[in-house]
């Protein structure tokens, strides 16, 4: 019985993890402890994974530019943003993501998302792959 009851508190404070947003109808918030980030592969022209780009990430709207930690697994994989923007993004924010390594660079455009509650991410637009450019 302690056992099923801590296990009940327990559920409960990992689904209460975010505030209810002011809203009308005061509806009330459950995040959960899921992260979500819109990930992408950056490739070159023979469609091969390409790491080590310096990315900025700026939001077209407000003119902010995140700081977004990139990945260190997986060769060619970048972030283009994650959960813990929700409170600095707005529901179809167009993100902009440039990378730079030496000459070569990639831009990709985002349109992002945010639930209601704000507490995850989503891509409504924008690309899964980016081809390198080369000078």
């Known amino acids: 019985m302690i056992i099923t009851r801590f296990a009940a ?7 209460s993890a975010c505030d209810p947003l002011d809203s009308e109808d005061e ?3 459950v995040c959960t402890d899921q992260f979500v980030s819109v990930l ?3 490739v070159d022209s023979l469609q091969t994974p390409q ?8 939001n077209h709207r407000n003119g902010e530019t995140y700081d ?3 990945p260190t697994w997986g060769v060619g994989v970048y972030r283009a943003i994650d959960d813990s923007f929700t409170r600095r993004v707005s529901n179809g924010d167009p993100i902009q993501v440039t990378g730079e390594r030496g000459a070569r660079s ?8 945010v639930d ?3 507490c995850h ?3 409504i637009s924008g690309p899964d792959t980016v081809v390198i450019e080369n000078p």
Do not use: E, N, Y
């Open 27 to 29: 509806r009330p918030c």
């Open 106 to 113: 990639f831009d990709a455009q985002f349109l992002i998302g």
């Open 51 to 58: 790491d080590s780009f310096v990315v900025t990430v700026r």
């Open 40 to 42: 992408f592969w950056a």
């Open 68 to 70: 977004v930690p990139q």
């Open 116 to 118: 209601d509650c704000q």
């Open 121 to 123: 991410v989503h891509k």
């Open 9 to 15: 508190v327990a559920g409960f404070l990992a689904l």
